[in-house]
């Protein structure tokens, strides 16, 4: 038996206090439709303009065709997943610690970092962003380890620009970290993080387990090399980058800066004379749960961060370059990379960049959600191959989500090709509503035991993220009631997110899972979307924590909330409908730049991006499909639209960490409008050309 054949198994999986505050009946309206797959939910709408629907379905095609011809053999999709020059330059700086840097990566990755930097001098986080001290430092490292010359001009504006906002002493401590690494930067004034942190019980404040699963896999690796606190060479100096540093004074001891500052300044004493046998103890367990972690893939928890210092701390720990875990991680670390051909001086020359991570499970899920949108069989041969690879990537095993939910059962599906430790709510979410799509469309029809492990997989991934979720009724991505944000005072952590509380955008991505599988009256699912409400902005918007921004997050919510049931006519959703029309461009497209995320000014506002003109064209469909602003819409897709089927989308829409680290995921700006178009089209009872 299981949730999704059971309903009254449901609150078996979860805490008392966390079936309370179910939601009203008032708050969804009698009889209202749920929203479920666009196919089975569309009704031919009336007034539509014909030219439109005729040029929608015409693109609906171009963009189907487009994304079948970038599947690749095995059933996956992935696009890049773009970020900025910080990790190229880290790799490099990686390289040179280790002793390993070859002239000619250095060269190539070099071209990278050096095209991409602004008229100012300096290098930005995101695309059309101000540019970025940190980023900018270690850029300029980075190039200085390819081979430029601190004379030339670019370097010489760089430099200037470095000097200007204040030098090294006022990047973040990451940047300061690596200098560390180097002798450019003092170690007793990097913030401590002592090994024996590991040893805490996973319910003290601070133990590894406070911090989001990507911070805690880097924090536990610093620990190790700040306990060795190596310096290298770096093969040249960097005096020319020098400033006067101003000296930091003592905040008061009744502030949380304060407090962890006296903190630091005890673990520094004990730092310099620690208890021996229980620093060697601390290592001990700190490699362990180090070497414990590796993915398959070489990598951990399948981002850069975590892989680059896990790497270093075992080399600093005694392990040789030669041993398996350390070849297995470089030789994982090559499969990040992207190398391209470019013209330089006429020449054809290789450009060299890495991804801070891959997306192969969201992006696949997304796409069959956008092919079955748009009217591709669930019997077409690349959805079932697609569906094949999904069910197959299933995690089984258990991971750090354990610590808080220790008799929960393993399920779902990570994000990456490996990071079994780490699956995540919001791509088994995403996941369990493509493969429903495949199902409902006849799937099994061909191969029932490809239907039953389907099946199966979605039980055991309905039951693990419904387990997964925090004792206010919502979810964060990777941990369940991940919220202690004492974690976000401490010294170390200048630079994003380092908790992963509930958010809006994942919460109504479970709704709408849930929703999409008959349990929109379940009182889990009612007290997620009276968290949802509760959690509405006062303009009428979500705020977007996994995509850029209020778009992203109304985007997400307001369709889930119809699927649930909630009357289009609720105060919540004809205020999210009026946000989103005020805040369509004039010629019919949306767009955010994550300059939101730091500024309210910026909320709503950004150049016209194709993702976020679908992900506010889906909630509009949901919402209010016969508006005037779907169709302006929905005709600023067509008239942006690339011949080949895409959409040219240079600015970055997806979200690391709000503000801090931004992605431009390069299949967005096909799956989302595809997904769109595909919506439209069926409501005006139409098909792809």
């Known amino acids: 038996m299981s949730l999704t054949s059971d309903p009254s198994l449901l609150p078996d999986l979860v805490s008392e206090l966390a079936l309370t505050g179910a939601a009203p009946a008032a708050v969804r309206a009698a009889g209202a439709p749920r929203a479920g797959g666009a196919a089975t939910r569309a009704q031919p709408a009336s007034g539509v303009d014909d030219r439109v629907a005729e040029d929608a379905a015409a693109a609906l095609g171009r963009a189907r065709d487009h994304l079948l011809s970038l599947q690749s053999a095995e059933g996956w999709w992935k696009g890049e997943l773009e970020t900025n020059v910080t990790m190229d330059a880290e790799d490099l700086m990686l390289r040179q610690f280790l002793g390993i840097l070859a002239p000619r990566l250095a060269a190539e990755t070099g071209r990278w970092i050096r095209s991409k930097q602004q008229d100012d001098g300096g290098w930005p986080t995101f695309y059309g962003g101000p540019s970025d001290l940190s980023t900018t430092f270690e850029a300029y490292i980075g190039l200085r380890l390819a081979g430029d010359a601190p004379g030339a001009a670019h370097m010489l504006r760089a430099a200037s620009f470095i000097r200007e906002h204040g030098g090294l002493a006022a990047t973040r401590v990451f940047t300061r970290i690596w200098m560390a690494l180097f002798g450019e930067w003092p170690w007793d004034e990097v913030p401590v993080l002592p090994p024996e942190l590991v040893l805490l019980p996973s319910w003290v404040p601070l133990s590894v387990y406070d911090f989001g699963c990507w911070a805690r896999q880097t924090v536990v690796a610093l620990t190790i090399v700040g306990h060795f606190r190596p310096v290298r060479s770096l093969g040249f100096t ?33 730092q310099r004379h620690p208890v021996k046998t229980l620093r060697e103890l601390a290592l001990r367990r700190a490699t362990e749960w180090v070497l414990a972690r590796q993915e398959a893939d070489g990598g951990w928890g399948g981002i850069q961060p975590p892989w680059v210092y896990s790497i270093m701390a075992l080399h600093l720990m005694g ?80 991971g750090d989500w354990r610590v808080r939910r220790p008799n929960l059962e393993p399920g779902g599906w990570a994000f990456e090709f490996a990071n079994d430790i780490y699956p995540d709510v919001d791509d088994t979410a995403e996941v369990v509503l493509a493969v429903r799509r495949l199902l409902e469309g006849g799937w099994g029809d061909i191969d029932q035991d490809a239907a039953k492990r389907a099946r199966d997989a979605v039980e055991r991934a309905v039951n693990w993220s419904v387990g997964m979720r925090s004792s206010n009724g919502a979810w964060g991505a990777f941990d369940a009631d991940n919220v202690r944000e004492v974690a ?20 109504a991505h479970m709704v709408e899972m849930l929703a999409d599988l008959g349990r929109a009256d379940h009182p889990v699912t009612q007290r997620a979307v009276r968290w949802l409400l509760d ?12 995509g850029v921004n209020h778009i992203y997050g109304t985007g997400a919510v307001v369709p889930a909330l119809i699927t649930a049931g909630v009357a289009a006519d609720h105060p919540a959703i004809r205020l999210a409908v009026r946000w989103l029309v005020a805040h369509q461009h004039p010629d019919g ?24 003109t679908a992900w506010a064209l889906l909630a509009l469909l949901a919402a209010d499909p016969t508006n005037e602003a779907v169709s302006r819409g929905v005709s600023w897709l067509c008239d942006t639209q690339r011949p080949d089927g895409s959409w040219d989308e240079p600015y970055y829409t997806g979200t690391g960490f709000p503000w801090d680290f931004s992605i431009n995921y390069h299949l967005y700006r096909l799956v989302f409008p595809l997904t769109a178009l595909g919506r439209y089209v069926t409501l005006t009872g139409r098909s792809a050309a």
């Open 319 to 398: 392990y040789p370059m030669n041993h398996p875990v350390l070849v297995a991680a470089l030789e994982g670390l090559e499969t990040f990379t992207v190398r391209e051909p470019v013209l330089e001086n006429g020449e054809q020359v290789m450009v060299r960049r890495l991804e801070a991570c891959q997306s192969p499970v969201w992006d696949t899920a997304l796409a069959v959600v956008a092919l079955a949108d748009a009217g591709l069989d669930a019997h077409h041969p690349a959805m079932r191959q697609a569906g094949e690879w999904l069910v197959g990537e299933e995690v089984t095993i258990p």
């Open 535 to 546: 959690n509405q902005e006062p303009g009428g918007s979500w705020f977007g924590r996994w």
């Open 589 to 612: 497209g949306w767009g955010e730049d994550l300059r939101s995320y730091k500024d309210d000014a910026w909320i709503g506002r950004g150049e016209q991006t194709a993702s976020q």
């Open 488 to 507: 976000t005072k401490i010294p170390f952590c200048d630079f994003g997110e380092v908790i992963d509380p509930p958010s809006a955008d994942v919460t």
């Open 238 to 270: 960097i005096e020319e980058l020098t400033v006067p540093a101003a000296r930091q004074g003592r905040a008061p001891l009744l502030s949380w800066t304060g407090v962890f500052q006296r903190l630091d300044a005890g673990l520094r004493r004990y």
